[in-house]
């Protein structure tokens, strides 16, 4: 064997081990999805003076997150709340560890907190999420359903929400938060509210009453948006719910006899009608 040909053989044989081992790295490999970070929909701040209730000033926010992954709960979110005064200042600051928001789904949050001076600026900062594979479809995840929403406008400035919140679900649920979303006429989020309902069953409501300050003026309040969510920064409550199965959407018995034929029947075309007896 010439120089030549041993050099040609050698150079084949590692074109052929670089191929093999690229093939058996690629049937290996399971590609994984790129997942995208939470996306800020729309978020809101107001300062009002404390008044009788609270010295100094109170710092309100109100904002909506967005989860795009469909098969990724989007968990240990924290938003952080800062208010500055005129000269640049920090006088509030805030870390607010948010719920888990759900795949496909979004996240209706608000917070308050204090500050002794007045802040003229206010900023709303997200810490990334961790991301945790959903154990269950979409459709799945049911929204809690909500119903006999009333509100009023109260005299000290107030503005009341109140209803009742149930479970799509077997299984109690342990504790649920719910927010309200302050909008005006034309759509834009002016504040909001939260509070919380403890054991909700499946054959049952549970009442809840929101009195909501962070809106300065109430007259500018046409609608409020309501939510409920399973309360905690991991999905493990909502994925348990899940996993304990729906209640039924029909649970009563038919009352009425079957019908003696099938009314939805027809002749295909080109077939005859053939006589009844």
Known sequence: MTHSTRTAAAFAALLLAAFSSAGCSGGDRQDVPELKPLAVKEQVSSVLKGGDR??????????????????????????????????GNEVVRMDQPLDAVPPSGSLSFTGQALAERKPVEVTIEYRS??????????????????SGVQSAR?????????GYVGTPYRLPAGTLAVTALLRDSAGKLLGG????????????RRRFILDIESVADTK????AELAARTWGSSSRP????????????HTVKPTTSPFTEDRGRQTAPGDEAQPRP
């Open 54 to 87: 609270y010295d100094g000033y109170v710092v309100n926010w109100a904002g909506v997150l967005s989860n795009p992954n469909p098969w990724h709960f989007g968990e240990h979110v924290v938003a952080t709340v800062v208010g500055k005064d005129a000269k």
């Open 129 to 146: 999420a961790e991301w945790r594979p959903a154990g269950r479809i979409v459709s799945e995840f049911r929204p809690f359903p909500i």
């Open 154 to 162: 109260n005299d000290d400035g107030s503005y009341v929400v109140t």
């Open 193 to 204: 509210g939260s509070t919380f309902v403890d054991d909700v069953q499946e054959d049952g």
């Open 220 to 223: 500018k309040i046409a609608k």
């Open 238 to 249: 909502y994925e348990e719910l899940a996993l304990g199965g729906a209640v039924p959407l």
